[in-house]
């Protein structure tokens, strides 16, 4: 009762955030993009890709365009099928969804002898599975209104969102990965077996990003079935990394989990380590853990310092901090997205300039690219039609507004992809940029991440887009209660699978209130005990204390709504007075902002806490 008072608040503080945003005119009211018609080719692009698998490679992993035939890479658990389901929804393919998600529930198992990437089975199945979860309960939404009541869905589970079958799904596997974690650094293996855990002999390194990569889908496991055993092992991973900085705050990019000794110390934001990054940013968002936030700008200030280099991100190694690669690889086209979510616009738009540079010269990102010598490096020419470029530039896109200049780049890798690497059986991988080779095979990223990212840009009034201005929250009914989701976050796991954080609280609220009714009976059997002594009282005595006990209960929730209702006022006051916004610089520091009682998740001040300042806060209101 009390935290679902919370949570309302909490949606009214989101509502009164629309008064720390000020819009700005789109650029494209005044030119001829129509972003509808992009919008569906993207869709027309991705059905030819999932039509293609569907009819030509399930169900094995992945499809071969040029061979129009399946083979397995990360599992045998139909990952395409997998990794596109949540795109399925936003698309409002609830024939086509349903189908395939009962199909997966008969016929996926993780009871299996072979042996899997820990990383990859994390973010592609598990983040695949919870994100379908979460989105299934749109495909039931009737027009015009903000509430439905779950236990009147057929094809939802009575208790949605703290249970289903992909989510049970999504729990089976993240059971088979986490003997992984069981080491000494409680860093994890890379690989494990299915059926028998670690596999003999594994070695024990494995890359930062292979370490750092599971608190979103973990903690988002942990906080909707109230096992914290995931959280806490990825959480764990995650202290592990940042104890093993080097002395200048760099991170190599291959470590030994089981001695904490660092195998590879060329120190990069690319391949290897970039999620890392990514994480700590989303998860300090998701998980209102702002010290993950205070962890990255550590790093943030030491790469600025040792790897940043006339807008492009250098190697250097981690103890010296001396520059060893003058290497961009397409990987750390991330980067950008993230300096946006902690509000450094300007850093990110000098890097996706640099980046889209490369992309004019040869249609794609090779894997590495020598800024030095303007060339590929090292036989390093394919493009697997990766998403991190559009990723970045999706954020890009909503800061700026739908800046033209952008949008026409989204538009150019569109065509870029369309023209080169579309096949009859779907798009292939480009083998070579230089001269269009492709190769056969078409990654699951490509629907889940790729396409993704290109449809948002177009459909810019998607649900996936509201923020903390939006006040189109939703109202969910199940058979434990009643609570509040869609209060405006989304945060993207690296695969691009959405996740509600908001319905990530509301598991908590419900099951904290199925936990409440057993408080009051032992509540009083201490009452009783500490005024009488004994507990060998009569009947009659007994009503008279439980009455005494159950006032004073009430009169203790009475003061915690009142101390809840004065909060959240004192939220609502300060987001509106803008003026006090302009007198925090930047050297404002976490500390000083709790002092100022900013501690708070999901508000207005999370701009602010975040170090997002006034000159971006002003022109910014994208938080995915």
């Not at 939802?156 to 974690?181: H, M, Q, S, T, Y």
């Not at 590495?368 to 394919?382: G, P, V, Y």
């Not at 200049?405 to 230089?434: H, N, P, Q, W």
Request: charged fraction near 25%; glycine fraction near 6%.
């Amino acid at each position: 009762m009390i935290r679902n008072l919370t949570a309302i608040l909490l949606v009214l503080a989101f509502s009164s955030s629309a008064f720390c945003v000020e819009q700005t005119i789109s650029s494209l009211q005044a030119k001829s993009i129509n972003l509808d018609d992009y919008k569906d080719r993207v869709k027309e692009m991705f059905y030819h890709a999932y039509d293609s698998y569907i009819y030509n490679a399930y169900p094995y992993d992945e499809l071969k365009p040029i061979s129009c035939q399946g083979f397995d890479t990360w599992g045998s658990y139909s990952l395409t099928l997998i990794d596109a389901l949540d795109m399925l929804i936003i698309l409002g393919n609830r024939t086509e969804f349903e189908r395939v998600s009962n199909l997966l529930e008969k016929t996926i198992s993780f009871d299996k002898d072979i042996n899997v990437s820990v990383f990859e089975t994390n973010i592609r199945v598990i983040g695949g599975l919870i994100a379908a979860h979460l989105l299934s309960y749109r495909l039931y939404l009737k027009k015009n209104t903000n509430e439905l009541d779950v236990t009147k869905i057929e094809n939802l589970d009575p208790e949605w969102p703290c249970n289903g079958p992909l989510l049970r799904l999504a729990v089976k596997a993240a059971d088979k990965i986490l003997p992984a974690f069981d080491t000494p650094t409680g860093m994890p293996y890379g690989t494990v077996n299915l059926k028998n855990g670690v596999p003999k002999g594994e070695t024990p390194v494995t890359c930062v990003a292979g370490v750092g990569t599971f608190l979103v889908e973990f903690s988002a496991l942990s906080r909707l079935t109230g096992d914290k055993k995931y959280e806490e092992a990825a959480m764990k991973a995650m202290d592990a990394l940042w104890n093993h900085r080097s002395s200048i705050n760099l991170l190599g990019n291959h470590i030994n989990t089981v001695t904490g000794q660092w195998t590879g110390t060329d120190a990069t934001i690319g391949s290897g380590v970039d999620s890392y990054f990514e994480y700590l940013v989303k998860a300090g968002i998701m998980l209102n853990k702002p010290e993950l936030i205070e962890q990255f700008h550590t790093f943030q200030r030491a790469i600025d310092k040792y790897l940043l280099h006339d807008n492009w991100v250098f190697w250097a190694n981690m103890n010296s901090g001396k520059k060893t690669l003058p290497l961009f690889s397409s990987l750390e086209a991330f980067y950008p997205s993230v300096l946006i979510l902690v509000g450094n616009l300007q850093q990110a738009i000098k890097l996706i300039d640099n980046y889209h540079t490369i992309w004019r010269q040869y249609g794609g990102l090779p894997e590495f690219f020598n800024i030095q010598s303007n060339t590929i490096h090292n036989n390093r020419e394919a493009y697997p039609l990766r998403p991190e470029l559009i990723e970045s530039l999706m954020y890009i896109i909503k800061a700026k507004n739908y800046d033209q200049k952008y949008v026409e780049m989204a538009i150019d890798y569109l065509e870029s992809i369309d023209r080169i690497s579309r096949l009859e059986c779907g798009f292939a991988t480009i083998k070579d940029v230089r001269d269009h080779k492709l190769d056969d095979r078409m990654e699951s990223f490509f629907l889940a991440e790729t396409l993704k990212y290109l449809y948002l840009i177009f459909d810019r009034g998607n649900f996936l887009h509201n923020d903390i201005s939006s006040s189109d929250f939703r109202t969910i009914k199940n058979s434990k209660g009643e609570c509040v989701i869609e209060t405006g976050f989304f945060f993207f796991n690296t695969e691009a699978h959405p996740i509600d954080g908001a319905s990530l609280e509301c598991c908590q609220i419900l099951g904290s209130e199925e936990d409440e009714p057993e408080l009051l009976p032992q509540l009083i059997d201490g009452y009783i005990e500490s005024k009488s002594g004994h507990y060998l009282l009569d009947d009659l005595t007994k009503r008279k204390y439980f009455k005494t006990l159950n006032q004073e209960y009430e009169e203790f929730k009475q003061i915690l709504r009142e101390e809840e209702e004065k909060e959240a006022q004192e939220h609502q006051h300060f987001c509106k007075n803008k003026e006090e916004f302009k007198n925090i610089q930047k050297e404002t520091s976490l500390s000083v902002l709790r002092d100022k009682g900013h501690d708070f998740p999901f508000t207005c001040f999370l701009n602010d806490s975040f170090n997002i300042h006034i000159n971006t806060y002003n022109s910014f209101s994208y938080f995915p």
